[in-house]
């Protein structure tokens, strides 16, 4: 098989929670063990960063990659989902896989993913450790998929546990209670491993803390060490990648690495404000990293998150696609991060609000549409994908809660008539989930 028919063989044979929901996921580690073993366990053989959570893991993910390549680290990224090429979730210093590697991988293993009969996710998990430990890589970023305590990422021994927050999503698997949801995220916390979480919420905290001492593992807090402020510049649009300059200040000074300045300003090409949130757990990651004697300084820091979009490949975190009309695109799709969405939206100024919005069908949707904003035009549509919610259902919800709009048969028809609708000074915003965005960008 070509490139194109051996992905499109695993689209089509292995489970995928894309196309079937929660169908595909397994609520176990045997199929990943499984095929680990048939690829000689190659999990073992590099050292890791697994950084799970709700929102904010894999931008997280991305600037972690983009910092630890610029200080000279052979540096392996695992994410998901991919928005363009499924070669995106597994890259080396940025660069995708070859397409003959993942000919090459399948061609050997199509026996074992008969007799196994993993999951998409799965597969694509032995792919990259199974690339990781060949090439050598000196440490790798790896990405939690969904959950943390059964996830397919998780037989990994890390250096660190990253845990960025916790949020409403996939209740329908993890559980109804942001406490079932935390104790799922927590199962990646292991025995002597020291674990970071990004956000203090006191509704979740303890669950961390309690598996944490289990565990013996040392546990901190990013929210408690770092206060990061962002200086007022607004948001403009040129032919040059548009950046932020923020401001880190140590909150409070109990670190024991080099990282001391109690002032940094650190040039940021990801820009919507939840990254503040993000900057405070790399941080952390960062600073245990040089208590092991990671060479990272400051200008690494520096060159790094200035550019982790260009250095890692990253799409789709409030992204400028046009600037006439403005178009900014998003993947925030559960409640949490709209809410954050929506704080960016505010602080552009804009005459009138085009949104494109579209959605899947498996999730409950009622806490997004309560906090959008009623005064703004929908353009709902559904995303070309089979979990992707019809756009007529998408807009009789919406009608409910005073969201009002017109139906389009695809994203790209309804992104065209918002951009053509668009007046000067007007904003068009897309999103409402991963996969609206994919087909944007």
Same mark, same amino acid.
């Given at each position: 098989m070509n490139y194109s028919e051996t992905v499109q063989y695993l689209y089509s044979q292995l489970p995928l929670f894309t196309r079937d929901g929660a169908s !595909?996921? +397994?609520a176990d580690l045997t199929n990943t063990i499984a095929l680990l073993? +048939?690829?000689d366990n190659p999990q073992h053989k590099f050292k890791s960063i697994h950084v799970g959570g709700t929102n904010g893991k894999g931008s997280t993910s991305h600037m972690l990659a983009a910092v630890l390549q610029t200080a000279g680290y052979k540096t392996g990224l695992y994410t998901s989902p991919h928005l363009k090429d499924f070669r995106e979730r597994i890259r080396i210093n940025g660069q995708m896989i070859s397409e003959q590697q993942v000919i090459d991988f399948v061609a050997t293993h199509r026996s074992d993913f008969d007799e196994i009969q993993p999951s998409f996710f799965e597969m694509t998990v032995a792919l990259a450790f199974d690339i990781f430990a060949k090439k050598k890589v000196d440490i790798a970023i790896i990405e939690v998929g969904l959950g943390g305590r059964l996830d397919s990422t998780n037989v990994i021994t890390p250096l660190l546990s990253v845990i960025t927050n916790i949020g409403w999503d996939h209740m329908n698997i993890l559980g109804d209670t942001l406490k079932l949801i935390a104790n799922e995220k927590a199962g990646i916390i292991k025995p002597g491993i020291p674990v970071i979480i990004g956000e203090y919420q006191e509704e979740v905290a303890d669950t961390f803390i309690e598996k944490a001492n289990q565990e013996h593992s040392e546990i901190v807090f990013a929210s408690d060490i770092f206060t990061v402020s962002k200086s007022d510049v607004k948001l403009q649009i040129s032919e040059k990648p548009y950046t932020e300059l923020i401001e880190v200040e140590v909150k409070k000074n109990n670190l024991t690495s080099d990282l001391q300045p109690l002032v940094s300003y650190f040039r940021l090409d990801? *820009?919507? *404000?939840y990254q503040l949130k993000n900057? +405070? *757990?790399v941080l952390c990651v960062i600073d245990k990293l040089r208590l092991r004697r990671f060479k990272i300084t400051n200008e690494h820091l520096k060159i790094a998150l200035q550019q982790v979009k260009t250095l890692t490949g990253l799409h789709g975190r409030w992204? &400028?696609?046009n600037s006439h009309p403005l178009t900014i695109c998003d993947t925030g799709h559960n409640p949490e991060g709209m809410q954050e969405v929506l704080q960016n939206i505010a602080a &552009? !100024?804009?005459n +009138?609000?085009?949104f494109v919005l579209g959605v899947v069908n498996d999730k409950d949707i009622s806490k997004i549409l309560t906090i959008l904003p009623t005064n703004a035009l929908y353009y709902f549509c559904k995303p070309d994908i089979?979990?992707?919610?019809d756009e007529k259902s998408l807009w009789l919800k919406a009608e409910g809660f005073g969201l009002h709009g017109d139906t389009y048969p695809s994203v790209k028809s309804a992104l065209a008539a918002a951009q053509q609708s668009a007046g000067d000074g007007d904003l068009v915003f897309v999103g409402g989930s991963t996969f609206v965005v994919a087909e944007v960008v």
């Open positions: !595909a996921y +397994k073993n +048939k690829v990801l *820009t919507g *404000t900057i +405070k *757990t992204e &400028v696609l &552009v !100024a804009y +009138k609000l085009h089979p979990r992707g919610l």
